[in-house]
């Protein structure tokens, strides 16, 4: 006896006419034609069912908050820091609280179930690492989340960012973060990753770095993150978030840096939606796009994975919670639009995030957590081109969220009655 059957779904890995079995909580089997009674049976007819995405770069504490106090009017990172500096002082707890479980709500109906967010540590009040370890608790039944210490202002350059990082740290937040490239010296920058990879070391934690997130090619702090991921034996425990100066370094160096990264095992995580609209501000034409070196990185054995980053707060005005639009973005950006490319964007919004972020019990092998999402689509390639709806949201095998299936009705003679976009999957393009 089963909790749930999931009958006919096609698997990311390409795997047709499957069955997925669930008994308490668990994936109790993956097989066709699975025997058995079920309390409840969902019928896949053939569509994808994935593993939840998984946002492992976000900024919970900011999200929602566009206009306030005022609008970015030159689109650029530094205006969204200065205004973010501005709101800062008037956070209120329930403010805060109310606005990321809002976005909460939103990233369930999306299928996404697990967020890593920066937690700005910048105020000495902590309120925001206050509000999000409050969320996290909230929200633990159906969404997982993760929490970083990030100086947005500096670890060494606001005046009492040391102090309160390590406070947040004490308080519960698991992740170190850091932004060396935000300090006032290049040397400031290398020291402050030295003493937060340190400062991880020492406690057992995980560090993930804002880095480099600017189009200088002199901006080599992942350099200095790889060496020093390395000389603390932090392997498989350190990403480096954004890494856009690599757009412009120049291919000599970057045929060093990548071996480098790919020996120290620390991951990357570009920001496709955020990076694209941030960077190259300050070009007229050629304009940089900033998009880091998703594909060179990934040939190396680097794993990669996409984040969101920001839905409508200072530095970004646009954003659904939908990762889906994070990969279909990156397709375009990086040229990245063969079928084996595709699959590796969709991996990296699902299960190579979900290894960098450490996630027990992900996936849909059994003995996996039932969390699962059933997509008005044919397979992962035509997931990234649709973004379509999420039929079928499940945690830990219970329904969540839902979606009625995209369905246009047609007024035409002799034309169909109806138009499903999944319908238009090519028949030789899997």
């Not at 009674?37 to 019928?43: G, K, L, P, R, Y």
């Not at 990403?239 to 071996?259: E, F, R």
């Not at 920001?271 to 594909?295: A, C, E, S």
Request: net charge negative.
């Amino acid at each position: 006896m089963f909790d749930l059957l999931i009958r006919n779904a096609t698997l990311p890995d390409g795997r047709t006419a499957c069955d997925i079995a669930v008994r308490n909580g668990r994936i109790a089997a993956v097989e066709p034609g699975i025997d058995g009674e079920s309390a409840a049976t969902i019928d896949a007819a053939g569509q994808l069912v994935s593993p939840p995405f998984v946002d492992p770069h976000f900024h919970m504490d900011a999200t929602l908050s566009l206009g306030l106090p005022r609008m970015n009017r030159s689109g650029t990172l530094l205006e969204g820091i200065a205004l973010w500096g501005e709101l800062r002082p008037t956070l209120t707890k329930e403010a805060l609280i109310e606005r990321a479980i809002r976005y909460c709500d939103l990233a369930v109906s999306k299928g996404l179930l697990a967020v890593r967010s920066h937690v700005d540590v910048s105020d000495p009040r902590l309120v925001t690492a206050e509000a999000l370890l409050e969320v996290r608790e909230l929200v633990a039944p159906y969404l997982d989340l993760q929490l970083v210490a990030f100086p947005q202002d500096g670890y060494y350059r606001a005046p009492e960012a040391e102090a309160a990082l390590t406070c947040a740290l004490d308080m519960g937040v698991e992740i170190v973060g850091g932004i060396p490239h935000f300090e006032r010296t290049m040397a400031d920058g290398a020291r402050s990753v030295e003493a937060l990879c340190r400062l991880a070391a020492d406690r057992g934690l995980m560090v993930d770095m804002h880095c480099d997130e600017t189009d200088d090619p002199l901006s080599r702090h992942v350099e200095t993150l790889a060496a020093q991921t390395v000389r603390f034996g932090l392997q498989g425990r350190v990403a480096g978030s954004h890494l856009t100066s690599m757009h412009s370094m120049d291919n000599y160096y970057v045929s060093k840096l990548l071996p480098l990264m790919a020996e120290s095992g620390m991951a990357a995580i570009p920001n496709p939606l955020i990076n694209m609209m941030l960077q190259g501000r300050h070009d007229t034409y050629p304009k940089r796009r900033g998009l880091t070196r998703i594909p060179q990185m990934m040939e190396m054995g680097i794993p990669v994975g996409l984040g969101q980053d920001c839905v409508m707060d200072p530095w970004y005005s646009m954003g659904t919670g939908d990762l889906l639009d994070v990969a279909h973005m990156a397709v375009h950006a990086t040229q990245m639009g063969s079928i084996e490319d595709k699959r590796a964007l969709f991996d990296a919004v699902t299960v190579n995030s979900a290894r960098i972020m450490g996630l027990d019990g992900y996936g849909l092998e059994p003995g996996c957590h039932a969390d699962m999402v059933l997509l008005q689509a044919r397979d992962v390639t035509e997931a990234i081109r649709l973004r379509p709806n999420r039929l079928k949201v499940i945690r830990r095998g219970k329904v969540i969220a839902e979606t009625a299936p995209e369905r246009s009705r047609l007024s035409l003679d002799g034309r169909p009655e109806t138009v499903d976009p999944a319908d238009y999957a090519p028949v030789n393009a899997s």
